[in-house]
C-alpha cells in the first residue's frame, strides 16, 4: 500500500521521470542504495520504483513508527525502524537480512540522516554509515545503487520552508528523476565496501541530476 501511496501521490507535487543503466536488473532479494536529500525523497524514490515493479521494504528512522497512521502503516507492511545509537540498532540489520532472504526487496539509505544545508540545491551523498557494507557481507546480496534529484525542490531547509515548499509544490510541479544503476557486489574490507557502494550511488545520482540540468556538486 505504500507503494501505491507513493505512485498515486508523488505526480501531484512533481514531474516525476525515472530511467535505468542499461541492462540493470532489480534481482529479488537486492538491496537499493539511494541517497538521502530530504523528507520528500523516500516517497519519490518508492514511487519510482512502483512503477519498475518493485515495491521494497524500507529501513527508516525509528520516529516516523510515532507518527499516527503512518507508524501503523509501516508497521503492518514489515518496514523496519532503525533505533540509531540504540542497542535495538543490531536487530534491525537481523530484520533486514530475513527480508533479503525470503527474497523480498530491501530500501536502505546508508547516509543514515539529512544534510544540514537550508538550500534546495543538489549536492553529492555524505559519507556511508557501516550497516549497508555489513548487510551485504553476511547475506552477500548484490547492491543496486539509485540516485534521486529534485526532492529538495519539494521540502528542504527549515521546518517552516518545508511547509511553503510542500503547500507550492503542485503549482510549482518541479522535475524530480529516478536513475536506477547496475547492480554491484561489494567485496573487501568494511571500508572498501562502503566506499564502492558510496561510488556507485554518487554515479546514479550524477545521472540523476544531468536529466534535470542540475549542476552536480563535489563529493560532500
Do not use: C
Not at 189 to 210: E, F, K, L
Amino acid at each position: 500500500m505504500l507503494s501505491r501511496i507513493a505512485d498515486i501521490l508523488v505526480p501531484a507535487f512533481g514531474r516525476l521521470s525515472v530511467t535505468t543503466d542499461p541492462g540493470a536488473a532489480l534481482a529479488p532479494g537486492s538491496i537499493i542504495a539511494a541517497n538521502h536529500t530530504s523528507l520528500a525523497d523516500p516517497a519519490v524514490v518508492i514511487a519510482a520504483l512502483h512503477r519498475l515493479g518493485v515495491e521494497p521494504v524500507v529501513m527508516a528512522a525509528a520516529g516516523l513508527w510515532r507518527v499516527p497512521v503512518l507508524g501503523r502503516f509501516l508497521t503492518r507492511e514489515g518496514h523496519i525502524p532503525v533505533h540509531r545509537g540504540d542497542r535495538r540498532a543490531a536487530a534491525a540489520l537481523d530484520l533486514a537480512a530475513d527480508v533479503l532472504e525470503q527474497g523480498r526487496y530491501l530500501l536502505i539509505y546508508a547516509e543514515g540522516g539529512l544534510p544540514r544545508r537550508k538550500d534546495a540545491a543538489e549536492a553529492a551523498p555524505g559519507g556511508f554509515r557501516t550497516g549497508l557494507a555489513r548487510l551485504a557481507e553476511r547475506t552477500g546480496a548484490p547492491v543496486v545503487p539509485v540516485g534521486q534529484a529534485g526532492a529538495r525542490r519539494v521540502a528542504s531547509g527549515s521546518v517552516i520552508k518545508q511547509i511553503a515548499g510542500l503547500a507550492t509544490a503542485p503549482l510549482r510541479r518541479p522535475g524530480l528523476h529516478v536513475h536506477v544503476g547496475t547492480p554491484v557486489v561489494l567485496t573487501g574490507d568494511s571500508t572498501s565496501r562502503t566506499a564502492r557502494a558510496r561510488t556507485a550511488v554518487t554515479t546514479a545520482w550524477r545521472t540523476a541530476t544531468a536529466h534535470l540540468a542540475e549542476p552536480a556538486a563535489r563529493p560532500a
